[in-house]
Nanobody, 114 residues
Framework: QVQLVESGGGLVQAGGSLRLSCAAS????????MGWYRQAPGKQRERVAL???????NYADSVKGRFTISRDNAKNTVFLEMNSLKPEDTAVYYC????????WGQGTQVTVSS
């Protein structure tokens, strides 16, 4: 069983920055994928970014050049550095870990005011 605890959400003005963190605990395999999805009100959940245990990354087109995903394998923690935030980035951000099955965090609210 895996538990994920997110932190770092909040309210920021457009153009600002936030850093999200997500710590995984429990039965963690050495090879896995961690990442972030987001869901805005009335919209489907969309993938934001992912990072594999070896360091490879992938980003949604909407966040390329503004968001950076990274991880600390020793601490089973994934980070999402979000810069140049836009009002359309407002959403609940969920972290996940995929190692066969997928486990999800509880979500953290990010609100970007115009």
């Amino acid at each position: 069983q895996v538990q994920l605890v997110e932190s770092g959400g909040g309210l920021v003005q457009a153009g600002g920055s936030l850093r999200l963190s997500c710590a995984a605990s429990g039965s963690i395999r050495s090879i896995n994928v961690m990442g972030w999805y987001r869901q805005a009100p009335g919209k489907q959940r969309e993938r934001v970014a992912l990072i594999i245990s070896g360091g490879g990354t992938n980003y949604a087109d909407s966040v390329k050049g503004r968001f950076t995903i990274s991880r600390d394998n020793a601490k089973n923690t994934v980070f999402l550095e979000m810069n140049s935030l836009k009002p359309e980035d407002t959403a609940v951000y969920y972290c996940y870990i995929q190692q066969g099955l997928v486990s999800w965090g509880q979500g953290t609210q990010v609100t970007v005011s115009s």
